[in-house]
């Protein structure tokens, strides 16, 4: 059997959601470098990934290269690798913000490059993955890069364009949702509920709206229009939510994380 195998740079919580779900493939090897030893030795113990000492070793053994580090350390990372990259080195990059272009430019130019925007529910098998292929990646490099993602969640392929804008979508939102959800318990509590009881109705509910939208059936306008009654509950509730601009509100949150995410690169 020939084996893929891929090496991570960075092994925080993002990459270890992804080796999660990687794990379980008999087709792959993983290794691991991070400067923070006891981070490696932490995901080593809990999934089957070789330790690695430098970055140097990973470039040295790995076909795929996950870079899997904070924005602000991507130039320093690529000075380390650059020496160490060949063609068929495939490198695929989580950092928000951070373009295919930059990445080339700062290692070497015909390097094939995909990013990556996964988010954290990947931790339970429900990640949302955006994906899009710098100037060099083939239509192969990206249908690797599908199904290594698909292995947590849901994979989306966009333009590069596009790419700061699934970041504050579906890359920052998992925040917004924990954000909504505490203010959904909170209102409960407010009205007889346990914290607890009402956290649980408010993410059941989420969830299985978000099933229902996930079905492709209806708009969710239309979903919105079947729940509520005139003069009803609903209505009530959803009346607030117009006289307080919710709405407005989720889409200036979207487009402000999507200008912070441009201006990564700055």
């Known amino acids: 059997m020939n084996h893929l195998h891929l090496g991570f740079i960075g092994t925080g919580r993002i990459a270890r959601a992804i080796i999660a779900g990687l794990s379980s493939r008999k087709d792959t090897v993983i290794a691991g470098f991070d400067r923070d030893a006891a981070t490696l030795d932490s ?17 040295k053994n790995a076909e795929v290269i996950i870079l899997a580090v904070k924005p602000w350390q991507i130039a320093g990372v690529l000075e380390e690798l650059k020496p160490l990259l060949t063609e068929t080195h495939l490198l695929i990059s989580v950092a928000a913000g951070i373009s295919s272009e930059f990445i080339r430019n700062n290692a070497v130019k015909s390097l094939k490059v995909i990013r990556v925007m996964p988010n954290t529910p990947a931790f339970v098998g429900e990640g949302m993955t955006a994906l899009c292929k710098g100037q ?5 490099d990206l249908s690797l890069a599908c199904e290594l993602f698909s292995a947590i969640g849901q994979v989306a392929i966009l333009d590069e364009s596009q790419m700061d804008a699934a970041t504050a979508v579906s890359g920052s939102g998992p925040a917004y949702m924990f954000h909504i959800l505490d203010s959904l318990a909170n209102g409960g509590v407010q009205c007889g509920l346990s914290y607890e009881q009402a956290l649980l109705l408010a993410a059941q509910t989420m969830r299985g709206a ?3 939208v996930l079905s492709g059936n209806k708009h969710p306008d239309e979903l919105k229009r079947d729940v509520t009654t005139p003069g009803g509950t609903t209505e009530a509730g959803l009346k607030i ?17 999507a200008a912070r ?3 990564l690169m700055k």
């Open 261 to 263: 995410s441009r201006e």
């Open 241 to 257: 939510m117009d006289e307080q601009n919710i709405r407005q509100i989720l889409s200036d949150t979207v487009v402000a994380a």
């Open 210 to 212: 978000a099933k229902m």
């Open 136 to 140: 060099m990646a083939s239509d192969q």
């Open 43 to 59: 995901l080593a113990t809990d999934y089957p990934v070789q330790p690695m000492p430098s970055i140097a070793e990973i470039a």
